[in-house]
Structure formats: structure tokens, C-alpha cells
């Protein structure tokens, strides 16, 4: 922590909080919010006469409230930077009638009741995001009874009863007597694991080894200490784990597998007597504790939802950051020029932490390093004369790389082409044809729609496969020669978003029997969630194909991941079924109603465009 | 450019008998020649060797090619490949476009040749359709800054901040609360080494 305070190129912003994001990968422009900690923090020399004499008294949010602290403080005695800060919920003000007393005697003159906000810009080419966690709060685990019993605490709370820094000196004690534990129970998977609504069904990682960790702390400094862990499994997986786990036992640590279902407290003495069945024996039994720790589990920062709209991430379904792929780039975020480190993408003790840290340093510096980066080709371009603003574009862009656009003051959008992936989405959803998704042209697309069904088109199956899943999935079917029937043609798109509801009634009305549209499955898209707008578009097209009397199963959405060559042979053989079912008059009907409607569509553009063209001319004939 | 100068080559691999085996590649090359503005069809042994690619490189010239299409594996193996190439041979490699009449199409349909064959051409067919209303792509190099911000000052934000720090990179660290340190230092000690954490 000290060799961040004194770095030279570190520039430490503490008590700060991003205000804004924009740009993209190697060109972001940050905006920091410095908030007023009333206390200079160049001239602070932490000397704590202002403490003395401050008449507030509050919970120290740094003991977990087991002690108080002043409205001026410092955060705890390590703090980087070492610099007061005044606490203006607590603080009396400094009107000299109601106290203004720390300012009094400060010889520096540091402490500013007038210090506002500041507002520092910084321009980077990487950001690490590094937001951490938070600890679940067990309270709504009422059966535990912490909040009822005072001497039921968190894992948390442990940690500053046992520390020398706490406000106990290290003298462990309960909190209704001051009497140092004879016996205490630790309660394992508290807040995870759990099916039942409340806390997370996830494994928070680091509470079966901090609990054995506590464990030897106690027998350390309390030898003789009867101490109890109810547990699900003990998960002791990592280097030198298994040995700290059975130092324990052999400490004289009981373990017992099984996790009560309830505690009650005795009024008289305050101690904790749990009832819990010993899954390993079946037994039922009661156990009477001095007092009980909640090994608390670990959940994702509440306020991450700041940074990651402004950065456009994706969680994963247990709350935490999604990472760019599960094994292969665990450090990398989707968003380019973006990385992960520690807690913020999922719950890890301190070594993982720090790997995960270096990790992330390393990833960023190849990109840093670089100097430059190769922007995709394949990117979406505007053709502002046919934007009208109306910012549909903006919405669907994973990747928040198209900006603007106001449909009222005839302002067009405006992309950010070192920011655009190239899924296509916003080409497929634009309903006024003013996106070029390069080398994945809607021209390009409707050429292989045409080349496919210009002979026998009855013999066809049409298939939209996206690059990274359905595409790979076929691959994989042929590596690993899956025999399936000849009929379908693949086109090619790098997203199932691309596949734009016109190539789709394209193909039917050039005579396609069945049309499947394939992507990723949620979670798996390349391109964040891309592939939510595909679904949207499909049913919307299952609803209109209805209406015109089309049969909505001939449109097919499948979704197929690079590992499953499998479904791809088994979806390929079904539609081959479903292909052999459609009737030449189904098909002709089909054609037929597709091109009246599409007439109809054209037709009504048709009438609109002269009539601007009359109102245009007419002043001018009139001038005549 | 108006469709009378497109001049698109059609280079169909046998990749050994991986294609050959249960696609009919002479049937395929005959076929593709006879498709609008190709200009010249080319059957391969193994196009992506040195010597298919040379063959590639020589066509381009000598029928002053513009589009190119390799009939041959899927693009996810050797589209960088045929990219390259062509680019040697002073193409656009987005002029370049891949039939993948392997994976899709002879490893899928082994015991059907004609089928197999049917839809080789086709695939080819499509292709060359595609590869006709390709346009020039360009990669462009964007500059990046050399400046880092780390969100968060806890053991990660610290370890990474410093890591860079130390590799010459200025580091900006924004951390929320008025001290670094994060979860970590309100810990006593941590395992599995017992100590102190800060």
C-alpha cells in the first residue's frame, strides 16, 4: 500500500468516483469526480490534533461499528494516502457558534468547509477494472439470528475482534460480556450456495479457508478453545490448503458436516445453542456455543453497476463481470481495451487476486505496448443521408459505439468505428437501409440468397450461421465426419444479428422451403448479447409470417455452439424432414403473398416521394 | 467498378482426398469456369501449400485478377492464409472469398458423391456471387495511449497498478473510499501463509 502512496507514476485519486467513460479501446476519455474531503490532502501531515478535539462521536465503519471514531478522522492508522478526512454527515459544520473547532487548531490550515467536488480528466489507452466485492449481509437469514443475537457475528466482524489493529487490541471477547469464548461455531455457506431465494446459489471460494484460517488464530491465541465448523463441504483446494485444513484438526478443531437449521439464543446467558444433523452419522444434535461466527459469503460490489454501464459489460448469471471467454481470456472484458482484475469478475481470496492483478497488468501491456492497434475492417458505416436520427441503432449496438441521433432535429447518429466489433446489428435492425455493415453487405447477402435459390430452389434449405458458434459448429460436425443430408447452404454472417428480416423474406419469396437462422446461446455471443436482438426479430417475424398465412415453423432459430457439431447434424437432419413437407403450392403461395406485400410496401414509399418532390417544387414554380 | 471488368478466379482444392474423396473436383472446376466473370478455374492438389499459393499468385497475374475464390476448407482455418496471399500478389484480401467445400460439404455427405458434388458447386456458385460485389476493406491503425487507469484500489487494483507502474506506464488509480486498501485491510491475516495483510 505504501509503495502505491510514494510511486512516482502512480497518480492515486482516493475518496473519487468515475463520472463518465467515453472513447474506446486505446483512446478513453475518463472523467474523475474528486469528491471534497474538506482536509487538504497536500498539506495533511496527519498530525491528529483535529481529532482530538472534535466533539462528534460515530460508529467506526472500519472496526464494523464495534467502536467509535470522530467526524474528522483517519480511515485506520495504514491508510494510504495518511490524510484526515472530515465526515460532513457528522460534522457540525464550521459555523464558529456550533464548532468549526478542528479548524481552530489545525497549524496547517488543511481542513476547507468550503472544499467542493472536482472534476480531473484523464486520457488512457487501457482500464483495469478492479471493483471488488461486497460481503453478504446475513440478516435476512433470520434462522441465524444475527442483528437478534449479539453474539452471532459475521466473518467480517471476527476479523476485527481478533486483529491487534482492533478495537479490542486483539483481545477476542464476545460482545454481550467482554468474556473471552470458550466455545465458539463457525456456520459455513452462509449466504451461498443456498437454493432457496435468499442469498446466492454460487460457492463464494474464500470462506471455508478463511474460516480454517480463523480457527488457528483462536487455537493460537485461546489454546483449549472448543471450536466447532458445521459445514456442506470443505473445499481446501488450493496450494498448501489441504495442509492448513488439517493443521486444524489437528489442533483440536471439530468439523462437522451438516449446516443447522437454526439457532436460538438462552436469555439469561446469551449463549447460542444451535440444533443441527450430522449428515455423516444422521444423528440429530444440539450444540450450546459462547458465540457463533456466520461465514459470511461474498457477492458483487452493489454500486458496480456505475462502471458497468458506462463501460458496457455484461454480467455473468451470479452478478459478477462477464469475462471475454471463460478459459481462454478470463482477464479480458468483451469491451476492447478493457481488463479484469480480482473480486469483479468472481469471488477469489488474495493470491487469485494478485494473479489475476498481474494478469491484467500483462494483457493491458500488450496493448499499451503496441502503440498502435489494427481497427477491425469489418465495421458498420453510416450513410448519413439516409439516417434520419431516429436512434434505433444506438439502442441494439453492444458496444456502445454508435452515439447521437436525434429524430426530431434531423440529427444522424455517428459510429465510432474503432468501438464497432462488426456484429451487424445495428445494419439488420436499421429500418431505413442508412448502415453499410462492411464486407457484409446487404447486397453481398441477397447475392447469396439469389445464388442459392436461382435453380431448384425447392431442394434448398436457406441457413444463416454465425462465425463463432453455428458456423464452428458445422466445422466441427464435418472434422468429425457427422453424415447428415446435402440439402442446406450455409451463408456466412459474423453475427446472428446481422440476418436482417429482409434477407430471411427474401429467401422465402425466392421460393426457400425453410430458412434457419443459428447464433450462439445467450451468454456464449461474441458479441455481448447481439443475439437477444436475433430472437426479438425472429418472433416478430413468426408473427407476421402468420398473418400472411405463412407457415411460421418454416422459419427456424436454432442455437448452435462451436462445440456441438451433434446439434448441428441433428437440427440439419430435422429441417431435411420439414423440407420434404413443404408442397410446391405451399411454396408458390408463399412467393406470391410475399411479392403482393412487398409491392404494396413499395408502392406506398413510391407515393411518398413525389409528393415531397411536388412541395419542393411548387414555391419554386410559383417564383416562376 | 461496372461488372464487365470483374475477373474472378476459381481455385479448387482436392486437399489430398479430404475434398476429392467424395467431391467430384474435376466436375467442380469444369462447372466453376462457366460462371459469370470468372475468368479462370484452377484445380489444386492442396492449395493452401507453397506451391497452391504460388499457383494463385501466378493466375492473379497472368489474368489480371480482381476477385478470388479458394474452394477449399472452412475460412475459420485458412482465410488468413489466402488473405496473405492474395495481398502478396498486390489484391485487396477482402477480394478474396472462401468456398468451404470441406467441412460443409465432403467430411458431411462421404457416401454421397453426387450429392456432395451438387452442392460443392453450388457452394462454389454462391461464392463466386458474393466474391463479385466484394469491395476493398482497409485494417487502419489507430494510435493508443500509453496512460492506464485502474477502478479500484483494493489488493487487485493495487497489484496491477503497481505492476505497471514498475513496467513504465503511467497509472492513474481512482479508488472510492478515502484509502487504498479495500476488503483486504480490514483482514487480520490471511491464509494460507497466517500473515499480517497489510
Given at each position: ?44 501531515n ?39 478526512i ?40 487501457a ?20 442483528t437478534r ?222 502503440g498502435?492497434?489494427?481497427v ?106 457427422m ?7 450455409v ?65 427456424q ?20 424432414e ?47 | ?38 475468368a ?6 492442396y ?5 497452391g ?36 500478389a ?48 482497409i ?60
Amino acid at each position: 500500500m505504501m509503495d502505491v502512496g510514494r510511486h512516482p507514476r502512480i497518480n492515486l485519486q482516493t475518496y473519487s468516483e468515475i463520472d463518465d467513460i467515453s472513447g474506446y479501446i486505446g483512446n478513453f476519455h475518463v472523467t474523475v469526480r474528486k469528491k471534497a474531503r474538506y482536509v487538504d490532502e497536500s498539506e495533511c501531515n496527519a498530525c491528529g490534533e483535529c481529532e482530538k478535539v472534535c466533539p462528534v462521536v460515530a460508529p467506526d465503519e472500519f472496526q464494523e461499528g464495534f467502536s467509535s471514531r470522530k467526524a474528522i478522522y483517519m480511515p485506520f492508522p495504514q491508510a494510504v494516502p495518511s490524510v484526515y478526512i472530515l465526515n460532513n454527515d457528522n460534522c457540525l459544520g464550521h459555523n464558529p457558534i456550533a464548532c468549526g473547532k478542528c479548524a481552530e487548531v489545525c497549524e496547517k490550515s488543511c481542513i476547507d468547509f468550503d472544499m467542493e467536488d472536482q472534476l480531473v480528466e484523464v486520457d488512457v489507452g487501457a482500464i483495469i477494472v478492479a471493483t471488488g466485492m461486497d460481503v453478504y449481509d446475513p440478516t435476512e437469514m433470520d434462522e441465524y439470528g444475527y442483528t437478534r443475537y449479539e453474539n452471532v457475528i459475521t466473518s467480517m466482524e471476527f476479523e476485527r475482534l481478533i486483529s491487534a489493529g482492533g478495537p479490542t487490541e486483539g483481545h477476542f471477547m464476545r460482545p454481550t460480556d467482554r468474556e473471552v469464548p470458550k466455545r465458539i461455531g463457525f456456520i459455513q455457506c452462509v449466504g451461498s450456495r443456498t437454493k432457496n431465494g435468499r442469498g446466492n446459489p454460487y460457492c463464494s471460494n474464500i470462506c471455508c479457508m478463511n474460516t480454517v484460517k480463523d480457527s488457528l488464530l483462536l487455537m493460537d491465541h485461546y489454546p483449549g478453545t472448543e471450536i466447532k465448523v458445521f459445514y456442506i463441504d470443505i473445499r481446501a483446494f488450493g496450494k498448501g490448503f489441504e495442509d492448513l485444513y488439517q493443521r486444524s484438526k489437528q489442533a483440536g478443531v471439530q468439523y462437522i458436516r451438516g449446516v443447522p437449521g437454526e439457532v436460538f439464543e438462552d436469555p439469561k446467558t446469551k449463549n447460542i445453542t444451535l440444533t443441527v444433523e450430522d449428515t455423516s452419522s444422521g444423528a440429530i444434535e444440539d450444540h450450546e456455543f459462547d458465540m457463533v461466527v456466520l461465514a459470511t459469503g461474498v457477492i458483487p460490489r452493489r454500486d458496480s453497476e456505475i462502471v458497468r454501464k458506462l463501460l458496457s459489460l455484461s454480467r455473468t448469471e451470479d452478478g459478477f463481470f462477464m469475462e471475454s471467454h471463460p478459459k481462454l481470456k478470463p482477464v479480458d472484458a468483451p469491451t476492447g481495451g478493457v481488463y479484469f482484475a480480482g473480486c469483479v469478475e468472481s469471488p477469489k481470496d488474495v493470491k487469485d487476486s494478485v494473479t489475476q492483478a498481474s494478469a491484467a497488468a500483462a494483457r493491458s501491456e500488450i496493448l499499451l505496448n503496441a502503440g498502435e492497434i489494427s481497427v477491425e475492417a469489418i465495421t458498420s458505416d453510416l450513410i448519413v443521408d439516409n439516417c434520419t436520427g431516429c436512434g434505433i441503432c444506438v439502442r441494439v449496438c453492444p458496444f456502445n459505439a454508435i452515439t447521437g441521433g436525434d429524430a426530431k432535429a434531423k440529427i444522424p447518429v455517428e459510429i465510432v468505428e474503432a468501438a464497432c466489433k462488426g456484429c451487424g446489428t445495428c445494419a439488420a435492425e436499421c429500418n431505413f437501409d442508412a448502415i453499410l455493415m462492411k464486407h457484409f453487405e446487404d447486397a453481398q447477402i441477397m447475392a447469396q440468397v439469389d445464388s442459392i435459390l436461382d435453380q431448384d430452389p425447392m431442394e434448398k434449405i436457406v441457413v444463416f450461421a454465425c462465425n463463432w458458434c453455428s458456423y464452428a459448429g458445422a466445422d466441427l460436425a464435418g472434422l468429425s465426419r457427422m453424415q447428415y443430408p446435402s440439402s442446406q447452404r450455409v451463408i456466412r454472417t459474423m453475427c446472428s444479428g446481422r440476418v436482417d428480416s429482409s434477407f430471411i423474406l427474401h429467401a422465402f419469396e425466392q421460393g426457400a422451403p425453410i430458412v434457419l437462422v443459428s447464433g450462439c446461446h445467450f451468454a456464449d455471443c461474441h458479441y455481448i448479447d447481439a443475439n437477444r436482438w436475433t430472437v426479438k426479430r425472429v418472433e416478430k417475424l413468426w408473427d407476421d409470417l402468420e398473418k400472411m398465412g405463412i407457415r411460421p415453423e418454416r422459419l427456424q432459430l436454432e442455437w448452435i455452439s462451436a462445440a456441438e457439431g451433434q446439434k448441428w447434424t441433428k437440427t440439419m437432419k430435422e429441417l431435411e424432414e420439414m423440407r420434404q413437407a413443404v408442397t410446391e403450392e405451399e411454396v408458390e403461395q408463399t412467393k406470391k403473398v410475399l411479392r403482393e406485400a412487398r409491392l404494396k410496401v413499395e408502392a406506398k414509399k413510391k407515393a411518398k416521394e413525389p409528393k415531397e418532390g411536388a412541395a419542393e417544387q411548387a414555391p419554386a414554380a410559383a417564383t416562376a | 467498378m461496372a461488372d464487365n471488368d470483374l475477373r474472378v478466379g476459381v481455385f479448387v482444392c482436392e486437399c489430398g482426398s479430404n475434398i476429392a474423396g467424395s467431391v467430384d473436383c474435376d466436375a467442380v472446376t469444369e462447372y466453376a469456369a462457366t460462371l459469370p466473370d470468372v475468368a479462370c478455374a484452377v484445380k489444386n492438389k492442396y492449395t493452401c501449400s507453397e506451391p497452391g499459393q504460388q499457383e494463385i499468385k501466378k493466375h492473379i497475374k497472368e489474368h489480371n485478377l480482381n476477385r478470388v475464390v479458394v474452394a477449399s476448407c472452412t475460412p475459420r482455418m485458412h482465410e488468413p492464409t489466402f488473405r496473405q496471399c492474395v495481398a502478396d500478389a498486390g489484391l485487396n484480401p477482402y477480394l478474396m472469398e472462401m468456398a468451404n467445400i470441406r467441412e460443409h460439404c465432403s467430411w458431411a455427405h462421404l457416401s454421397d458423391r453426387d450429392g456432395a458434388t451438387t452442392k460443392a458447386k453450388d457452394i462454389v456458385k454462391v461464392s463466386v456471387a458474393r466474391a463479385r460485389l466484394l469491395q476493398p476493406r482497409i485494417e487502419s491503425e489507430l494510435p493508443v495511449l500509453k496512460d492506464v487507469l485502474v477502478i479500484g484500489g483494493g489488493v487487485a487494483g493495487i497489484q496491477t497498478s503497481l505492476d505497471l507502474a514498475d513496467a513504465g506506464y503511467q497509472v492513474h488509480l481512482v479508488e472510492k473510499e478515502a484509502s487504498i486498501g479495500g476488503i483486504m485491510a480490514a483482514l487480520d491475516k490471511t491464509y494460507p501463509t497466517m500473515d499480517c495483510s497489510i
